[in-house]
């Protein structure tokens, strides 16, 4: 069973938008009971600002696919961007994807000519192929966490629109970081040591950095003779 409010198609019980009027304009604010959206659901639509509900969490395929709008925020429940999610939307310039993104399936902002900017979380593991292919006016890419944790990111073919943008790297731990203690190794009679240091597990940042603990041979007193001088204890690394 269906039921429809402004033109808007949903499941009875409003958990589902099936599908989305070509006509409407504007902002649009999905109501906080809709978590999931059918196939093609926003294909063609003039909305130019929509705003999705947190506790959305399952997207078919090609939702926006060639429609007019201009920016999205995807919060921070979804996991995972299906495939052509946004693909030829060409009015689409900026897009906030929520913490907890993982995956940006293949051809997901495939031919959205416009797009400049592209806020990523630290969460994201994996951009599919084409993901950002034909995105020509990408310049700008925020990603929530250091270069270190970027390199990591399994990137697939046809993207370079994503990799040839600026890269900023911005602060997670604004309000303080979350440590992590690097213990430290004792030297050996081979090897030199390292003190105790400290990073943070969100940014990867390192708070306190380990020093090298040189091996120390003790060199042993001599005591002096008559024909010679003596030494005091040394030591050498």
Aim: proline share 4%; net charge negative.
């Amino acid at each position: 069973s269906y039921s429809c409010s402004d033109g808007v198609l949903m499941s009875i019980d409003g958990r589902k938008i099936l599908w989305f009027p070509m006509g409407k304009k504007g902002e649009f604010v999905l109501p906080a009971t809709v978590e999931s959206l059918g196939n093609y659901a926003f294909r063609d639509c003039s909305i130019e600002k929509i705003v999705l509900p947190e506790g959305l969490t399952q997207l078919g395929q090609c939702i926006f696919y060639d429609s007019k709008v201009k920016e999205v925020v995807l919060q921070n429940a979804m996991e995972q961007l299906p495939t052509g999610t946004f693909q030829n939307c060409n009015h689409l310039k900026i897009v906030r994807i929520g913490a907890k993104m993982k995956l940006l399936s293949e051809y997901a902002f495939d031919g959205c000519q416009n797009l400049t900017q592209v806020m990523l979380p630290a969460s994201l593991c994996s951009v599919g192929s084409s993901a950002f292919r034909s995105c020509t006016a990408l310049t700008d890419v925020y990603y929530a966490s250091n270069k270190l944790h970027w390199d990591q990111i399994s990137v697939a073919a046809q993207n370079d629109p994503l990799l040839s943008a600026t890269i900023h790297f911005t602060n997670l731990c604004a309000e303080g970081h979350t440590e992590e203690i690097i213990p430290a190794v004792e030297p050996t009679s081979t090897e030199h040591g390292l003190t105790e240091g400290r990073r943070c597990t969100v940014c990867g940042e390192t708070l306190v950095a380990q020093e090298v603990v040189h091996h120390e041979v003790i060199d042993p007193a001599k005591e002096p003779t008559c024909t010679e001088t003596g030494l005091t204890e040394g030591k050498h690394c």
